[in-house]
């Protein structure tokens, strides 16, 4: 979730700068000639591809399409990661990355392909993939112990760059702090760090965080002066739960700016109606957003709920909140270049969706990601192919690693520019709800399958760091 804000270029039109463009008299004879305002001009869609870092990803081709597929621009990126394009709304673009995402895996090409559907004028789009260095940034860390725990297991360290490690308590009497190595990913100059203090069932006793720790190779850090906030109880209330249908699982986790700090372990509430739990969680870090996440697994989906800037004992309807099912596998048609799939029940819309492949041909390995205004089916632009043909073709290998329907605060408008930097729906705002679905079953849509553990990969980059 490390990301930059949603972005609209504005650019100031030429004339006078008053809006009625009133006149105070009829010119004279000698007067000039009233100034005309100059046409507005049209505000242009704006890619970025960079590191988490903000450094520009190097080699970065960019297309620019209408809705038909037809080209409205292509360019390389510019020194500052950046590619700009006036173009129609409603069309595709499309970033094509070479060498960032599976690098490590031998000889051939390999692409990340990001594209976002149904652009408009004005909007800035992001893409964040991971850097591709394999390297990390061991630091020595130095906790204190909490004396009050008397049922501590053991010390959970996580951070927004989405690392952590596991501290466990000295044996024998009389010690009062634990040490233990905490990597950092290379891309990571600063994170938030928590401390959790967790008893056998990995369920938090108590907790402190660090905002803004700098990251340096070989670092010793010292939090031995750090003290502990207990954690507190929490009861949350699911009403309309439906009889027979599997368990809720309720979890709170903490957001800041930088991304997500703390993941709670989970806990599935009664399966009656109303569908209840009370569990312990963390006090809860200055400056970061408390966001419940509630899943519950269906025939063919993962049905999730995230609400944030709740305090308290927490109540929703858990029915109001529900998107269609998917009633069916997701099947991507090579001749039209479109995923489809129907569904079922739900109370909501879904403001958009995306979809991750992985596809195969020779030497060739590419991942392509694409967000789109719908809730059924995504269409694929046709790209050109004077960089590489990406187009999956009926003879390729290829999976669909994940489909996912949202409903989002502002929409699919709100959703688009961030997509690529945090796949699952990002909190805005103080308070708000979103809804998700993912497809659950595995995915098998040809009947040849390379390298699975390549398919995770996919899910890394769509789920950057």
């Not at 200055?286 to 308290?312: K, M, P, Y």
Request: charged share 10%.
């Amino acid at each position: 979730m490390r990301r930059l804000p949603w972005l609209f270029l504005a650019l100031a039109a030429c004339g006078d700068d008053s809006a009625r463009k009133i006149i105070d008299a009829p010119p004279g004879q000698h007067d000039a000639p009233p100034m005309i305002d100059s046409p507005a001009q049209a505000m242009p869609v704006l890619v970025s591809v960079v590191f988490a870092d903000g450094t520009p990803v190097p080699g970065v081709h960019v297309y620019f399409q209408n809705a038909d597929s037809s080209v409205a621009g292509e360019t390389m990126l510019d020194a500052n990661g950046n590619a700009r394009q006036v173009m129609n709304p409603g069309g595709y673009a499309t970033a094509l990355v070479p060498n960032v995402l599976i690098g490590g895996f031998g000889g051939g090409m390999q692409y990340t392909v990001a594209t976002w559907a149904g652009v408009k004028p004005g909007d800035h789009l992001i893409l964040t993939p991971p850097a591709n260095t394999g390297g990390s940034v061991d630091t020595t860390l130095t906790i204190p112990l909490d004396a009050a725990g008397a049922n501590i297991a053991q010390y959970l360290v996580s951070t927004t760059c989405g690392n952590g490690t596991q501290i466990q308590p000295p044996t024998g009497s009389g010690a009062t702090n634990a040490v233990g190595t905490l990597s950092f990913p290379s891309d990571c100059s600063a994170a938030d760090v928590m401390v959790t203090a967790v008893d056998s069932s990995n369920q938090p006793v108590s907790s402190f965080s660090i905002p803004g720790q700098p990251v340096t190779a070989n670092e010793v850090i010292d939090y031995t002066a750090k003290t502990y906030d207990a954690a507190g109880t929490r009861t949350y209330t699911f009403n309309n739960f439906t009889l027979n249908d599997n368990a809720i699982e309720i979890a709170d986790n903490f957001s800041t700016g930088r991304g997500q700090l703390y993941s709670g372990l989970g806990a599935p509430a009664s399966q009656v109606d109303p569908a209840t739990l009370t569990a312990p969680y963390p006090a809860q870090p200055a400056g970061s957003l408390d966001v419940i996440f509630a899943s519950q697994q269906a025939s063919l989906t993962t049905r999730n709920l995230a609400e944030w800037g709740t305090t308290g004992a927490y109540t929703q309807d858990w029915a109001a909140h529900l998107l269609p099912d998917f009633a069916m596998a997701p099947t991507l048609d090579t001749g039209t270049h479109v995923v489809s799939w129907t569904t079922t029940g739900g109370a909501l819309t879904a403001d958009y969706a995306g979809v991750a492949t992985l596809a195969f041909r020779g030497t060739v390995t590419w991942a392509w990601g694409i967000v789109a205004p719908s809730g059924t089916q995504v269409a694929f632009p046709n790209l050109p192919t004077d960089v590489a043909d990406l187009n999956i073709a009926a003879a390729d290998n290829y999976t669909l690693n994940t489909v996912r329907v949202a409903k989002v605060p502002g929409g699919y408008d709100a959703a688009r520019g961030t997509f690529f930097q945090s796949f699952t729906p990002v909190p805005t705002g103080a308070t708000g709800t979103a809804s998700y679905n993912d497809y659950l079953a595995p995915l098998t849509m040809t009947a040849k399958q390379k390298a699975p553990a390549k398919r995770d990969v996919m899910r890394r980059w769509i789920r950057p760091r």
